[in-house]
């Protein structure tokens, strides 16, 4: 069943996020997850976040999605990812 990956951030850093994009882009490629869309939040509808930047990312399973996550290429992004955004990711799995 598919998964997808989202991700909702605050960007500290333009530049720095740029950098951890193109970094963390080929890595979630390799673990078979592939970029559905990604842009601004564009209006809260509902409720409170501060994320201005928006990326939703489909594996082809949540172990996948987690695989990636954990995987030591994605890992070793975590330092510039810190430098580049305050995140908040969940994966969510398509209904059977």
């Known amino acids: 069943m598919a998964t997808y990956f989202i991700a909702l ?4 850093d333009a530049a720095k996020l740029q950098e951890y994009a193109s970094a963390a882009g080929p890595t ?5 997850g592939t970029v559905v869309t990604r842009g601004k939040v564009a209006a809260i509808l509902a409720g409170r976040h501060d994320a201005q930047n928006c990326l939703i990312a489909k594996f082809p399973d949540t172990q996948a999605a987690k695989n990636w996550y954990n995987s030591p290429a994605y890992q070793a992004l975590l330092g510039v990812r810190e430098q580049a955004v305050d995140p908040t990711f969940f994966l969510i799995e398509e209904p059977t």
Request: glycine share 12%; charged share 20%; aromatic share 0%.
């Open 9 to 12: 951030v605050k960007v500290k």
């Open 28 to 32: 979630l490629v390799a673990a078979g």
